[in-house]
């Protein structure tokens, strides 16, 4: 059964930092690219970061770049999402999937920036 477990999230003051994990299952995690995603209240998912996984070529949103660095560890069938300088704007709740070929949402994981 495929799956994913995405941890790591949490409430952090403007400026600080939190490092997101996602767990996957059930499917051959080395033939896909992977990605983070979020979702505010009443928006869609929202394509943050991506990683291919032959090359660890990385992609960004405009909001993300400078900020947010994606990495995966293959022999844990694991990707990561390191934010730095967290933004109010960055409030959500966040979610990995592969990219392009999307299965079932895990849970997300809550990141509230706040002061």
């Known amino acids: 059964q495929e799956q994913l477990v995405e941890s790591g999230g949490g409430l952090v003051q403007p400026g600080g930092s939190l490092r997101l994990s996602c767990a996957a299952s059930?499917?051959?995690?080395?033939?896909?690219?992977m990605a983070w995603y979020r979702q505010s209240p009443g928006k869609e998912h929202e394509l943050v970061a991506s990683?291919?996984?032959?090359?660890?070529?990385?992609r960004y949103a405009d909001s993300a770049k400078g900020r947010f660095t994606i990495s995966r560890d293959n022999r844990k069938n694991t990707i990561y999402l390191q934010m730095n300088s967290l933004k109010p704007e960055d409030t959500a709740v966040y979610y990995c999937?592969?990219?392009?070929?999307?299965?079932?949402w895990g849970q997300g994981t809550q990141v509230t920036v706040s002061s």
């Open positions: 999937n592969r990219l392009g070929a999307l299965i079932s």
């Open positions: 059930g499917f051959m995690f080395t033939n896909f690219a």
């Open positions: 990683i291919n996984s032959w090359d660890s070529y990385t």
